[in-house]
């Protein structure tokens, strides 16, 4: 095997196969380590991820050529010698392949950079590839240290990327979290994760992400282009999400050539659902990727040295177990599951401490207990059910007990929290209570289950391109229609077949109520309405005791992406609020046995300056005085219509259609409304 001597580095241990070398500044020069076919590979790593490392190269060895040289540098600032060694054992009887490993401790520049969540510090060393020490290289492949190989590097090493600045795979994580109106968190915080694509890393309409755990570098245009003292200034300047992954976006990700995703397969538990939020090209780009990856990525927070089930981890543990790295594998895997046995232990320890004072010498507490749960009475017995001796539940309540008679702050303890709670999410507690507004409509709800099956409707938004001629054509349909559309009957003799408001249910719902009864007396009474179970239900059903309040749910599925879990089929049970009116319709509409729905005025783009096709009044004017405001409802609309589309993927019998004049909304097909008007009447004529 034949080795260049590195000149101007200080070797602090010459190993039979590599090196441990002292970058001190920015002068000193790497050489290849092999004059030949030399295959260069940057792995970073810590003292801690040294395992996962060594890994990732019995993977690298197991797939290597012997007509192929590898020169293996990894940077690292607290490897320990042990772990070195364990590494360079592995490679004993491989005369082409070498491991060197670069000590960066010294690089202030690079040590100033802030890591946050699980990333750390050492994966912004692959910034310091574009600098003048490896001026000797031309080209590299800088890989991540939680990923295994499952095809010879080499393969990759010999992409032409002479045109680029260096070429990696679309991040499918990213389009998911981009499909999933996802915002940014750490060190940048609540931008919507497309405008922070688009915007803040500069990609404009593109929806190009790139994930940097696999990259080869064109590190002569680098140096050419003096890119490092620009990326370095990136990185101590600009916050960013994903740290020196973004660097890398904004500064060369236009320039970059796009590799099958097979050579970055990421691998995430939530693939069925990131496979769901892709296109047709790149969807079928990552399942081949499941079937047949080159390398596989183990990306994000859970790994597979800690939870071996994860998806795909069997590729991990097949090279784990001939690793020197094993025993030592197992041992923190166990280290990490006893850790969180042990954390939950001594939450409970903690709790089961506080009953020690509520025995009889706590007189206050086990009075009060008693008033509440008098002895041998039938609330004692089901007490006694849901709260068994020694459980965790009844320590608790005691605890929260003695705390309400002792602490002089009483808004800090459990009591308080459990009665915000349920002053918060207080539907599913009265909506079980027989005789509540629910059980007294339920035969009426009961009575629309599938009473238009098989039919087509029509669901009526507010967007600007709404025309009131429109309206007029949908006279003999079936129509849905929301909240503020009352305020159009001025205009029209059209009225929708059901209304629902489902405005009363926020804080300001006494001024919305107001102002609907203003504007609704004037006009002809709407046949069916529709109002959700909410503190003025009384005033309701007193004004019009032939509408139906429905129990609408809000603030249920805000937060999630589960596409059955919370669209109800079951309206006379529970409906469940996500983000727009229409989302909680729609579910009524699919109760009624409706097949084809229909959208028409859902522009799904708030603007300032005329939000709805209606004159701007005084609520347009409070909830989008500013682009900013208009910004954030179309987020918040957006998230309610992928929910909507993602709950109805799974019911094909039920189809919906944009019929809109423009607007932003493509998550459905279009359809032409004037077309669908004129077959309508040439239908009627046959």
């Known amino acids: 095997m034949e080795y260049k001597s590195s000149l101007s580095v200080t070797e602090t241990k010459t190993y039979s196969k590599g090196y441990s070398i002292n970058i001190n500044s920015e002068n000193q020069r790497v050489f290849p380590a092999f004059s030949k076919n030399n295959i260069a590979i940057c792995l970073s790593s810590s003292d801690f991820y040294a395992p ?69 510090l050492e994966g912004s060393f692959k910034l310091f590839l574009m600098s003048e020490i490896f001026v000797n290289y031309l080209k590299l492949i800088v890989l991540d240290s939680d990923l295994v190989l499952e095809k010879d590097i080499a393969e990759l090493f010999g992409e032409n990327i002479d045109n680029y600045y260096m070429a990696a795979t679309d991040d499918v994580i990213m389009k998911f979290l981009i499909s999933h109106n996802r915002f940014t968190t750490g060190l940048l915080t ?67 050539k796009l590799l099958s995703l097979k050579w970055n397969l990421l691998a995430d538990n939530n693939y069925g659902e990131i496979i769901s939020s892709l296109k047709d090209r790149i969807k079928d780009e990552y399942i081949d990727g499941i079937n047949d990856a080159y390398i ?42 006893a850790l969180q046995i042990s954390q939950k232990e001594i939450q409970a320890n903690a709790i089961r401490e506080v009953k020690k004072p ?93 009473s238009h099956e098989g039919e087509r409707c029509f669901f009526i938004g507010l967007g600007p391109s709404l025309k009131i001629s429109d309206l007029n054509q949908l006279d003999r349909e079936c129509t849905f229609a929301v909240n503020s559309v009352f305020k159009l009957f001025e205009q029209t003799t059209w009225r929708p077949t059901y209304y629902l408001n489902q405005e009363f249910i926020v804080p300001d719902r006494e001024y919305r109520w107001k102002k609907f009864i203003e504007m609704a007396d004037k006009y002809q009474k709407i046949p069916n309405m529709f109002f959700p179970l909410c503190p003025i239900s009384k005033k309701i059903m007193a004004k019009y005791p032939d509408a139906i309040t429905l129990p609408i749910a809000d603030d249920w599925c805000r937060y999630s992406i589960s596409p059955m879990r919370h669209f109800s089929l079951d309206c006379s049970r529970i409906i469940n609020a996500a983000y727009l009116s229409m989302y909680s319709a729609m579910q009524l509409a699919v109760y009624m046995g409706f097949k084809e729905i229909y959208l028409i005025g859902v522009d799904a783009n708030y603007t300032s300056v005329q939000p709805h096709c209606y004159d701007r009044d005084e609520m347009d004017k409070r909830y989008f005085s500013t682009q900013i405001k208009a910004d954030t409802n179309t987020q918040g609309i957006n998230r309610g219509f992928e929910a909507m589309k993602n709950a109805l993927e799974i019911l094909p019998e039920v189809r919906i259609y944009n019929a809109t004049r423009g607007g932003s909304l493509e998550l459905f097909p279009r359809v032409n409304f004037d077309d669908l008007m004129m077959d309508n009447e040439r239908e009627k004529q046959l």
């Open 296 to 337: 596989v990525h183990f990306a994000g927070e859970k790994k597979p040295w800690l939870n071996p089930s994860l998806f795909l981890a069997d590729k991990f543990y097949k090279y784990a177990r001939s690793t020197p790295f094993y025993e030592i594998i197992q041992f923190n895997l166990i280290n990490a599951t």
């Open 190 to 256: 609540n931008i919507p994760a497309s405008e922070y694509i688009s915007d803040y890393l500069g990609y404009g309409s593109s929806d190009i992400y790139l994930n940097t755990g696999v990259i080869l570098m064109n590190l002569e245009r680098c140096r050419r282009d003096n890119l490092y003292p620009k990326a370095m200034q990136l990185a101590n300047t600009r916050k960013y999400w994903f740290l020196e992954q973004d660097v890398l976006n904004e500064l060369i990700g236009k320039n970059t």
């Open 52 to 120: 996962y490392c060594g890994v990732l190269i019995y993977s690298i060895i197991c797939h290597s050529n012997l007509d192929n040289n590898y020169d293996i540098i990894i940077l690292e600032r607290d490897i320990q010698e042990k772990n070195k060694d364990r590494i360079l054992e592995m490679i004993k009887n491989y005369e082409n392949i070498s491991i060197r490993f670069l000590n960066m401790s010294k690089l202030g520049e690079l040590l100033s950079i802030k890591p946050r969540g699980h990333f750390s």
């Open 358 to 450: 509520c025995h009889p010498k706590d007189k206050k507490s086990r009075n009060l207990f008693k008033y509440i749960v008098p002895s041998g009475s039938k609330r004692q017995l089901l007490f006694n059910k849901l709260c068994p001796n020694n459980s965790l539940r009844k320590e608790v309540l005691r605890e929260s007990i003695k705390k309400l008679l002792r602490e002089p702050n009483r808004f800090k303890h459990l009591t308080y929290f459990m009665g915000e709670k349920l002053k918060k999410y207080y539907l599913p507690l009265i909506s079980s209570i027989p005789g509540t507004y629910k059980f007294r409509n339920k035969h009426n709800i009961l009575k629309l289950k599938n």
